[in-house]
């Protein structure tokens, strides 16, 4: 099945509107843990998106508002999920209900079956070799048991938040000598990941959105649906295949070129060569150490229909 989105299709999004007194920068609390998710509030609009690549060609769109997380999600909140030390749901859901995960009888996250930071860290450093499904299914933990809607973000809103306005190359402009006062990338990241918000922010106060990990979005790659979307507004192309999935940003294995705003890459089966499990886990992605993700909360939460279309694609 293939959905693709578009202004057609956007009434469905207008479901629960907050007022703008709302529409502010706040930190979501994890009950009962002592950790917080920064969220900072991007205002809609229409941008250039994309750099005349030959799968990015430029286009006009148009994006809602919505929540962005400062910060990409770390593992010290990723682990809360795959451990499942928080399950309670709060009294804005159904008394009782429980996020269903259920993947292959397995009723939750699976643990790790090796150590998945590859001795990188983990305190304060961004969590990687999730899948695109775990990472989608972690918003709809999250948003069980804070009662505000969470998800991956769609390429058009990730490349929005990222640019900020700028046509560059970069969210601070043009010139790649300037990199790595933003970004962990190969040329300074003495192959390794680092502590996430170590690199100065986007105008925005957005940090890593060059390098350190890529990070999922919700979207299918694809050239063909890419092409001819101008004057859409929230646009995006999903499907139920496993690959290819479009990573935003670049990382710190990646060189300049690959961090650029308007860059797209894209998922492989390659990701799980090595994973023991037959069939291949749905939950870990044994050879991506540079895949992570950060979250969204659109201004307006939409109907049921929606948000289970974004958590189980």
């Not at 292959?104 to 930071?117: F, L, R, W």
């Not at 299914?137 to 999250?142: A, D, N």
């Not at 991956?152 to 990199?179: I, R």
Request: proline fraction near 5%.
């Amino acid at each position: 099945m293939k959905i693709i989105f578009s202004s057609s299709l956007f009434f469905l999004l207008l479901y629960s509107p907050f007022s703008l007194n709302d529409f502010v920068t706040y930190s979501q609390p994890l009950p009962s843990s002592t950790l917080v998710i920064d969220m900072i509030p991007v205002n809609g609009g229409k941008f250039i998106m994309g750099d005349n690549s030959f799968d990015a060609l430029k286009h006009e769109i148009e994006v809602s508002s919505f929540w962005i997380s400062t910060y990409e999600i770390s593992w010290d909140v990723y682990t809360l999920f795959v451990e499942r030390n928080i399950d309670e749901s709060p009294s804005s859901f159904k008394k009782g209900s429980e996020v269903f995960i259920d993947v292959d009888g397995v009723s939750s996250a699976t643990t790790p079956y090796m150590e998945m930071s590859f001795g990188m860290g983990t305190n304060g450093y961004p969590a990687i070799n999730m899948t695109q499904f775990a990472a989608s299914k972690f918003c709809e933990w999250l948003s069980s048991i804070t009662g505000n809607y969470y998800r991956l973000p769609t390429e058009a809103e990730w490349e929005y938040a990222c640019k900020v306005g700028s046509n560059s190359d970069y969210h601070f402009g043009d010139d790649s000598s300037q990199l790595g006062e933003y970004a962990w990338y190969s040329d300074n990241s003495n192959g390794s990941y680092h502590k996430i918000g170590t690199k100065k922010p986007n105008v925005l106060g957005l940090y890593d959105m060059h390098g350190n990990v890529s990070e999922w979005t919700i979207d299918t790659y694809s050239v063909d649906k890419y092409k001819n979307r101008n004057t859409l507004k929230n646009p995006f192309y999903i499907t139920k295949n496993k690959y290819p999935k479009v990573i935003r940003g670049g990382s710190w294995n990646d060189d300049a070129t690959r961090l650029k705003s308007s860059r797209r890459d894209l998922s492989t089966k390659e990701l799980q060569k090595r994973d023991p499990q037959i069939p291949k886990s749905k939950w870990w992605n044994t050879d991506a150490p540079y895949i992570g993700f950060r979250i969204v909360r659109p201004l307006s939460t939409p109907e049921d229909d929606v948000k289970n279309l974004f958590w189980n694609y």
